[in-house]
């Protein structure tokens, strides 16, 4: 099993700008998320989904979109890139009751200038 | 609500000696606890949990934790530390029935000097 994988690994984007941080697992995990770790405040959610087609938002939601079309995929998109958005990226992904630990992906690093 | 709070950004310890990391909790209903640890430039790794029954649950690398629920605390231990137990440790927690809304402590960079 490859796990929690994770691309890009590092991105540099301008203010304004999109783009999609792309997260898989092949786990068949029912229950995948997006994190922001930035020093000193630990991860941060930032959308959850327990299942295809239903996804729903965590404490830091706004300025990205994210969808869940299969049981492996699970996008986040930045629609209009800041500073604040300057970050390293996680991916986890667990089965779905809360007694199970998450997997991480390796993460991603975006810079916003 | 639930929160998590590790006190101590930075834990130094010599080799060989016993290492904690403090964490404590505060979760409406009853508390499911994480421990992982973040080695640099890499993802989180799962150390271990605590869900119910014994209080003293035992994980990866010989990490060892202790749920005391009067004090709502989980404090991570290990009798022996070594230099690769160098990295970032956090704690998180989960109402048990929830909606899988994990919250995370700052963390603590734990240093083991040689």
């Known amino acids: 099993n490859a796990g929690v994988t994770q691309t890009p690994k590092f991105q540099v984007l301008k203010t304004g700008q999109s783009m999609t941080l792309q997260c898989a697992q092949d786990m068949n995990h029912e229950y995948m998320s997006w994190y922001r770790q930035d020093p000193g405040m630990g991860l941060r959610l930032i959308h959850y989904?327990?299942?295809?087609?239903?996804?729903d938002q965590g404490e830091v939601p706004n300025g990205y979109n994210v969808s869940r079309s299969t049981t492996e995929d699970f996008p986040l998109r930045l629609l209009s890139a800041a500073p604040s958005q300057t970050s390293v990226y996680f991916c986890?992904?667990?089965?779905?009751?809360?007694?199970?630990?998450?997997?991480f992906g390796p993460g991603t690093r975006l810079t916003v200038t | 609500a639930q929160s998590v709070a590790q006190p101590e950004d930075q834990v130094n310890v010599a080799e060989g000696n016993p290492l904690t990391v403090k964490c404590t909790y505060s979760v409406s209903g009853n508390p499911y606890l994480f421990w992982y640890v973040q080695y640099p430039n890499r993802g989180l790794q799962f150390l271990l949990k605590y869900i119910t029954g014994d209080n003293l649950v035992k994980g990866s690398y010989g990490f060892e934790a202790e749920f005391n629920k009067s004090q709502t605390s989980f404090h991570l231990k290990k009798p022996s530390a070594l230099v690769s137990d160098s990295a970032l440790y956090f704690c998180a927690v989960i109402r048990s029935g929830s909606a899988r809304q994990l919250t995370f402590g700052s963390g603590t960079q734990l240093t083991v000097l040689p």
């Open positions: 989904s327990v299942g295809a087609g239903i996804t």
């Open positions: 986890a992904s667990s089965y779905r009751l809360a007694g199970y630990e998450q997997y």
